[in-house]
Each structure stands twice: as C-alpha cells, then as structure tokens.
C-alpha cells in the first residue's frame, strides 16, 4: 500500500525530472536557434563573395537544400540540426532574403531595395541564362526544380513577371521543354485563369503576335515542345479576348482575338487537339514536391466556346467572323473525339449558363435576327456535340432549362428535346 508521503515524494520527483527536461530542451532550442543563425550569416557573407551571376548559381543550390522535402538527405541533416522533434519547415524569410539578394538583385546586402535599376540588360540575358541552365539540370529532381521555380516566381511579386516572359518567350524560341513544363506547373497551380497566368499569357501573345510576328512559326511548334504549356495557354488567353469587363464601369465589351492568333489556335486544335487534351490529366503529382496539393486542370473549351458562340453577336469584321466559323468547327470536332484519357472536368454547366445569360443580354438590346440565329445554332451545336461526347458536368437540368428559355430556334428545340430524353 502506497503512502501518502511516499506518493507526494514520488509526485515531486516526477514535476523536477519534467522540470529539468524542459530546461534542458529549451536551452537546446535556443543553441539551435542561434546555430541557425550564424549558418544563414555564413551563407548570406558567401555568396557575397561571389560575382554576378556566379552567386545566382550558388543562391539557386543553397535555395534548393533548404527547400528540400522531409524525405529528402537535405532535409534530413536540416531536421537533426534544427529540432529533432519537428518536422522541418523550410525558413520562408531566408529564402526570400536570397531570392531578393542574389537572384533579381532587388535589395543590397541591408535588405533595403536598391536605388538604382536591379537588372541592367546584360545582367537579365545572364539571369536568363542561368534560371535556363538550372530548370533544364538533371542534378535535382523535377519536384525540387519546380519547388524552387515557384518561389523564384510567386505571384505576391508581380515584378518578376516580365523576366518570366522573357523566359517563357525564349523557352518557345529555343523548343526548351523543360522551362515551359515548369512554367506550365505553375500556371496550373495558380490557376490557368488567375491574373498571373493571364498577364504571362499577354506577354507571350506581344512577343510572338504584336510586336514580332515574324517569330510566329515557333509558337506554332508549340504543341510539340510542350502540349501541357500550350494547353494552359490558350485557357489563359481566352480571358483576355472576347468579353471582358472594362476596368471603368464593369460593362462587357468585345475585344476581338488577333487573327493570326485566331489561326495558331485553329491549327493547335485540328492537329493535336488529343495530344492537348490528354496532357491535362497527367499524373501531376510527381512534379510537385512532398505534401502539396495537385490543382484542378481546367480545359480551354470553356473560354474558347464563348468566342464562337458569341462572336456571331458582337464581330463585325467579316474576316474574323470566318475564322470564328472554322475555329467553332475545330472545337466541336474536337470535342466529338475526346480521347479517353482526359480531365474530369473539361466543360461545365456552369460555363454553358453563362454564355447563356450573355444572349439573354443580348436579346434586350434588339440584336439582328439573323446574327442571334447563327449564335443560337452555334450554341445549340456545341452543346449536342459535348453532351454526346458525356464531356458536360454539372446540372445538366438547369442547363437544358436555360436553352429552353432563349428565344424559338428550331435547331435549339430538337437538341433540348433530345437531351432531356436521353437524361
């Protein structure tokens, strides 16, 4: 029987043998803390030994270790040195300071922006050069590349946006696959139809388009450097033609594609419209590093309906209004021979009742009769072919409602009479 001496004595003991513990912890967390602290000092005075863009290559590696996954033997001495008894996280500020230093040159060693221009031309072709030379090194993984590729190009700085085109735009000059699938990663993972993958698509479209349109025979190749690259860019350069919302008055405008873009895409789509398409629904996860989540691909159908169907409504340049027809064509042959490998969610009902609400718009305003017939048989073809080809996900009730609602148009009523009996 356990007295009540012996219990309070054996109860002290166990609080100082906790007590003791817990200095002897904390005093090791602080010997770690400030052990880590002398080694990013040590590593920061390196590299500023270093010149341009020499210590770019160094910053690139060391950037690497500390982004390495738990797995991974980088980690695991990270891990040891650290806290044996927390997973690692990697020190997001020492990253970013060695990014901002070493990489794009935009603050001095006092972590203060610099005054003067970061990048002088020749000091971006080097920087170009050697973010080139790293994505396409077979030393890291591709996992490892591309974690270090999305915190090179985190959309919280927009900045780095023009050396990403720049990058990109010499990636599709040179057939460099390997810049364009990270590139591709990062506009999946932040979204296709994100601000950031909208403004990258822009670029490419001035570069290749606009300004050099000579250069246009590179990014028609496209498709056979990168289908997945090529596939998330035409969902990105869908939002920025056909109807957008002005920035003044939120009022829907049409801006119409450049032809010549219109072309490339006509000519994507006919020739490799598969090849695209099963891009989409590859195993992503391979090229993300351990514990991140693998976002959605979202197909160009969408977007690239909204142009056929709405075109009839608002293109007035009889030119355009013909590759809009043979770009319509594309699509729904396209769609008529989805491979069997593709994205759950290539075109949803959601997507559909939007175009939908658009010709409602439309109506109100006394459109020409004879334009609203080529919009609603546009509409009606695209639907049917999509819906036979069971590429439609969502309410499909709600949608065939929708149609229904549109003014009389004989090609509309037989599919919406189909459709809701096969349903």
């Known amino acids: 029987m356990i007295t009540y001496e012996t219990y309070q004595s054996n109860t002290m003991k166990s609080i100082k043998s906790k007590n003791k513990e817990s200095v002897e912890n904390g005093f090791q967390d602080q010997m770690n803390r400030t052990t880590i602290n002398r080694s990013q000092c040590e590593m920061k005075v390196s590299l500023r030994k270093l010149d341009f ?47 901002q230093e070493f990489v794009f040159c935009e603050t001095d060693r006092r972590g203060f922006p610099c005054k003067k221009q970061p990048l002088s031309c020749l000091r971006e072709l080097q920087l170009l050069e050697v973010l080139s030379d790293y994505v396409c090194s077979s030393s890291p993984g591709r996992a490892a ?68 349109p000579d250069c246009i025979d590179k990014l028609r190749e496209l498709p056979i450097s990168c289908p997945l690259f090529c596939a998330n860019f035409m969902t990105a350069v869908t939002e920025i033609y056909g109807i957008t919302l002005s920035d003044r008055n939120d009022i829907p405008q049409w801006v119409g594609v450049p032809e010549k873009l219109t072309t490339t895409i006509i000519e994507w789509i006919e020739k490799f419209g598969p090849q695209l398409i099963s891009a989409l ?40 209004q013909n590759l809009y027809l043979f770009l319509h064509l594309a699509v729904c042959n396209s769609l008529y021979l989805l491979p069997e490998k593709r994205p759950e969610y290539l075109l949803t009902a959601v997507n559909l009742i939007s175009i939908i609400h658009h010709i409602k718009k439309c109506v109100n305003l006394t459109v020409p009769q004879e334009k609203l017939d080529d919009c609603l048989i546009r509409l009606a073809q695209s639907v049917q072919v999509a819906m036979h080809s069971k590429a439609v996900y969502g309410n499909v009730r709600t949608l065939l409602e929708e149609m229904e609602s549109l003014p009389r148009n004989r090609l509309m009523t037989i599919v919406t009479s189909f459709q809701q009996r096969s349903i």
Request: with cysteine; net charge positive.
């Open 53 to 99: 863009p020499f210590c770019t290559k160094e910053a690139l590696s060391r950037i690497e270790n500390l982004l390495a996954t738990p797995n991974s033997k980088q980690a695991q001495g990270l891990n040891a040195r650290s806290n044996n008894h927390h997973p690692y996280q990697p020190p997001t500020d020492l990253i970013n300071e060695l990014i």
């Open 145 to 212: 590349r591309n974690a270090v590729f999305m915190s090179l190009f985190n959309p919280m700085h927009p900045d780095r946006g023009r050396i990403l085109v720049k990058l990109v735009s010499m990636a599709i000059s040179i057939n460099n696959h390997a810049v364009l699938m990270a590139t591709a990663i990062l506009m999946q993972q932040q979204s296709c139809t994100s601000k950031f993958s909208i403004q990258l698509a822009q670029g490419v479209v001035n570069d290749f388009i606009i300004l050099y």
């Open 281 to 320: 629904s590859m195993d992503f996860q391979s090229y993300l590093p351990t514990g991140a989540i693998v976002m959605a691909a979202v197909a160009p159908y969408s977007g690239l309906l909204k142009w056929t169907i709405l075109s009839s409504l608002h293109e007035r340049n009889t030119s355009a």
